[in-house]
């Protein structure tokens, strides 16, 4: 429900997309879905400005790859 009230407000947001993305991707969360988290921070990628931004989230994707094979 919160994402969707989110995605309806901006989706164009890359930022909103990450956090999203990150709720999935927390270890301390019970409906942690570490694809699903994938998919959100392939979107957010695409839509963030910040090029540093960018890198940070394409170093954490690249970690996550690692980590699960």
């Not at 927390?26 to 990628?45: L, T």
Request: with cysteine; hydrophobic share 35%; glycine share 8%.
């Amino acid at each position: 429900m919160a994402y969707e009230t989110l995605h309806k407000l901006d989706t164009e947001n890359g930022e909103i997309v990450e956090k999203i993305g990150q709720v999935y991707f927390n270890e301390k969360n019970p409906s942690q879905d570490g694809e699903r988290a994938f998919v959100f921070f392939n979107k957010a990628i695409k839509k963030l400005k910040s090029e540093v931004g960018k890198q940070n989230l394409a170093l954490r994707m690249y970690d996550y790859c690692v980590a699960n094979g």
